[in-house]
C-alpha cells in the first residue's frame, strides 16, 4: 500500500506533539543544555564533570535535530493551511477553522473572567461601622453572571464540539513518516 501524502488533523495534531517532544529530547542531550554547574550543590558531584558517552554521537544528534525541526516547521504549515482552508458551522455561521480556534480561545479567557465575577457576586461587601452595617452591591447581581456563564458555557461547548468534529474531517497535505 503506498504511504498518503494527507493526514487527518487530529493525526497531524498528534504528529506535531510527538515531534515537539522528540526534539526536547535531542535538545536535552546536547552540552549547551547540560548543567555542569548546579549552585548551592556541596557533595562530590561538584567537583565531577560529565562526558558523552562513546555511543553518542553529538553531529548526528544536531543533524536529527535540525531534520525534525524543519519536518515540524513544514507540519505546523500544513496543519495552518488547513486551518484557513476548512469551515466550520457555528452560531448560524460558517466561520474558518482558524478563526473559530481564535474564537474559542476568547471564550475560554471569558469563561475564566465570568466565573471571576460570578465568585465575586456571590457575597456582598459589608463594612461595619459604628455599630451599623454599609453594605454595598455588586456591580452585577448573582443571578445575571450565573446566566452570563452558563451561555458562555454552552456556547464554549458547542464550539469546541464543532472544532473536534472537524479535526477527524479535515485533511493536512503532509506525508507521515
Known amino acids: 500500500m503506498a504511504p498518503s501524502n494527507t493526514l487527518r488533523l487530529y493525526e497531524a495534531l498528534e504528529l506535531r ?34 562526558r558523552p558517552s562513546p555511543d553518542f554521537d553529538l553531529a548526528e544528534v ?25 469551515q466550520v458551522a457555528f452560531g448560524g455561521e460558517s466561520l474558518r477553522l482558524s478563526e473559530a480556534l481564535e474564537l474559542r480561545k476568547g471564550l475560554n479567557t471569558q469563561l475564566g473572567e465570568l466565573h471571576t465575577q460570578l465568585v465575586e457576586a456571590a457575597y456582598q461587601r459589608v463594612i461595619y461601622k459604628e455599630d451599623r452595617d454599609i453594605v454595598e452591591d455588586n456591580e452585577r447581581s448573582y443571578t445575571e453572571c450565573a446566566a452570563a456563564l452558563e451561555e458562555a458555557r454552552l456556547s464554549f461547548r458547542a464550539l469546541n464540539r464543532a472544532v473536534r468534529a472537524a479535526a477527524y474531517v479535515v485533511e493536512v497535505n503532509f506525508a507521515d513518516e
Open 17 to 50: 506533539a510527538e515531534y515537539d517532544a522528540r526534539l526536547k529530547t535531542l535538545k536535552d542531550c546536547l552540552p549547551e543544555s547540560r548543567r555542569e554547574h548546579r549552585p548551592f550543590r556541596f557533595d562530590r558531584e561538584e567537583q565531577s564533570r560529565s
Open 62 to 86: 544536531r543533524q536529527q535535530l535540525k531534520s525534525l525541526e524543519y519536518k515540524r516547521r513544514k507540519l505546523n504549515t500544513a496543519i495552518q493551511e488547513a486551518n484557513f482552508q476548512h
